[in-house]
């Protein structure tokens, strides 16, 4: 079927004729028109704006204008990157109707790389959550079973890819975003370098850890849009400005003569059964495959979960600031500018945003700051260290993607920090701005899908999609969700 | 369940006395009574598993802001266009003539 091809296949099919960009784009609407209605996958669809794209995309090949491997490529875009003309609400009732005046740096380059936006996927509001329940505009859900969440806060993007409904999507990775809904949704996903992909445009939610990067059905495909997406832009003064690696070329060089480390504290209570031993399984295929495989410890991943969630709310509660009421977006009633914005804000953030914005607020305040804050941001440190002490020995990293398989909605609901833990795995790249990436390797006796993390140093793409390749050929994952076709 | 468990914790020690109604005000929140005592019994909770940062051992660290060890990015001082007003304003609740609208800042006789 048209909508389960990967990106590379797509490209070379359009190139000899065989297929044209609207046709992609026929394939994923269709899929979206049944889907839809149990996935709840995008908040919008904008099927003329991507009609437009797709035309234009198929006039520039006939008259030899070829951008490059996203040409004519349909693809989704998480509802926190800015698409000028296309409303975009980070799934927050602060932002209902919101048209921005711009485009991020992503939207312009996907434009510029040929590729056609489909539309805009929910999230957990502001990127703050791990399901997206928290989206103001109702939850999405897994396609392999929708009585379970995506996984989140990308959970739209990565429920799009995984039936679709969108060849590829960008998401958003601050403790594990991208991957961790890639994991539940049996798709690929990756988080770059730190200031590797530009942040200009996407709705800030804690500065220091957020960025962006692909959810696609292949590591190829991850490979391809990565690339485009990716490089310096003077927009983001947290740019990477140096020499970017190219990891598509290095696909298919394999794992022999690689160094693994297998990270200890990744394992254990709380971690399913079938999620080891998939992890375990394909450890051990690594070995086979020629890699040296060692155990590594890194003994201050255990306290990264609460250095996270003192630094994240933090740069959040900052962040998040801006919305006042004042120059978009809803405004509550107020005599004063202080009534105001106090109004606009706890009529238009949801409890977790809540949440978040006053733990914040409390962690940096006057008498706090040095205990919670300014101790988080020394054990950010020392997680650095045990990641230069780790990859003095190794050449990547390791571990499950999220303890868990897809859990049902509405189980973690009502105990936020039962929540925050599905990203115990994830949380540790992200504070040493790290890249990593989630590969589907197979499925629990539920039918759920489990995926593998692979981490890698900063600007270690190369070798990181080299293992990730390696590991997506071992796993050989075909499966696909099935989901009962209704009516929409 | 203790502390090494991936999807469950139960706290410890309880609680940390947090004055929530000041927190909610200098966030610019306003919040129903009930609503600030919810949210105080469940930071209670989060700060209480948060505060293992300071079981962190070994010598004093640096505190790290950027992960990648950037500071003071600048750009060069260059007219460029700067985003259409009308469009920009478009989006506002409150307009008049080319400006925002906001409530008094001050309180007046």
Redesign the interface.
């Given at each position: 079927m048209l909508h389960e091809v990967t990106i590379a296949e797509a490209g070379k099919r359009l190139r000899t004729g065989e297929v044209s960009s609207s046709d992609l784009l026929d394939a994923a609407l269709e899929r979206a028109s049944r889907t839809e209605a149990q996935l709840h996958a995008y908040l919008t669809i904008d099927r003329d704006g991507a009609r437009e794209a797709a035309l234009v995309a198929d006039a520039d090949l006939e008259d030899g204008i070829d951008h490059g491997p996203l040409h004519g490529i349909p693809v989704a875009l998480k509802d926190n990157m800015c698409t000028r003309g296309v409303e975009t609400t980070a799934s927050s009732q602060i932002l209902a109707g919101y048209i921005p005046p711009y485009d991020a740096t992503v939207t312009r380059k996907l434009r510029e790389a040929g590729a056609v936006i489909v539309g805009k996927t929910n999230l957990d509001e502001f990127a703050m959550g791990s399901s997206t329940e928290n989206s103001a505009y109702g939850t999405s859900y897994n396609p392999w079973d929708i009585s379970r969440v995506p996984g989140g806060s990308s959970g739209g993007s990565a429920a799009a890819v995984a039936v679709g409904s969108a060849f590829a999507a960008l998401g958003s990775d601050t403790g594990g975003s991208i991957r961790q809904p890639a994991s539940l949704t049996g798709v690929v996903g990756m988080k770059p370098t730190y200031g590797t992909v530009s942040r200009y445009g996407l709705i800030a939610f804690a500065s220091s850890l957020d960025q962006i990067g692909p959810l696609s059905r292949s590591v190829e495909d991850a490979a391809i849009t990565l690339e485009a997406i990716w490089g310096h832009d003077p927009l983001d003064a947290t740019s990477y400005a140096g020499d970017y690696p190219k990891p598509s070329a290095a696909l298919s060089n394999g794992v022999s003569g690689l160094k693994v480390g297998v990270v200890k504290e990744l394992a254990g209570d709380g971690y399913e059964p079938a999620v080891e031993s998939a992890v375990s399984a394909m450890v051990d295929g690594l070995s086979d495959a020629g890699a040296t495989v060692v155990k590594v410890s890194l003994p201050t991943f255990d306290i990264a979960l609460s250095a996270y969630y003192l630094i994240a709310p933090a740069e959040a509660s900052a962040n998040l600031a801006r919305f006042d009421g004042i120059r978009y977006g809803h405004r509550g009633e107020g005599a004063t500018t202080e009534t105001l914005m106090a109004r606009t804000r706890a009529e238009g953030f949801g409890p977790e945003v809540i949440r978040r914005v006053l733990l914040g607020t409390y962690a940096l305040s006057a008498g706090y700051y040095d205990a919670f804050y300014g101790q988080a941001q020394k054990v950010r440190s020392a997680i650095q260290e045990d990641f230069v002490r780790a990859y003095q020995d190794v050449d990547v990293l390791v571990s499950p993607t999220s303890p868990t398989v897809a859990f049902e909605a509405g189980a973690r609901v009502d105990d936020p920090l039962a929540m925050y833990l599905s990203d115990i795995c994830t949380i540790p790249s992200n504070l040493a701005g790290h890249p990593a990436i989630s590969i589907p390797i197979g499925l629990d006796t539920q039918n759920l899908p489990i995926g593998f993390q692979v981490m890698a140093p900063a600007l270690g793409e190369t070798i990181m999609f080299q293992v990730a390749s390696a590991v997506e050929n071992l796993a050989d994952f075909a499966e696909r969700p099935i989901l009962e076709e209704v009516a929409s | 369940?203790g502390?090494?468990?991936?999807?469950?914790?139960t706290p410890t020690t309880m609680p940390i006395d947090?004055d929530?109604a000041?927190?909610?005000?200098?966030?610019?929140?306003?919040?129903t009574a009930s609503e600030l005592e919810g949210?105080k019994t469940?930071?209670g909770?989060?700060?209480d598993?948060?505060?293992?940062?300071?079981?962190?051992e070994?010598d004093?660290?640096?505190?790290?802001?950027?992960?990648?060890g950037?500071v003071n990015?600048f750009?060069s001082d260059e007219r460029r266009p700067s985003?259409?007003r009308d469009?920009?304003l478009?989006?506002?609740?409150?307009t008049e003539d080319g400006y925002?609208v906001?409530?008094?800042?001050m309180?007046t006789d």
């Open positions: - | 369940m502390t090494g468990g991936a999807v469950s914790y947090i929530i000041h927190v909610a005000r200098l966030a610019r929140l306003d919040l949210y469940q930071l909770v989060i700060l598993h948060a505060a293992q940062v300071q079981s962190l070994g004093p660290q640096e505190e790290t802001f950027h992960p990648l950037f990015v750009r985003l259409d469009e920009v478009s989006q506002a609740p409150e925002f906001v409530p008094p800042a309180e």
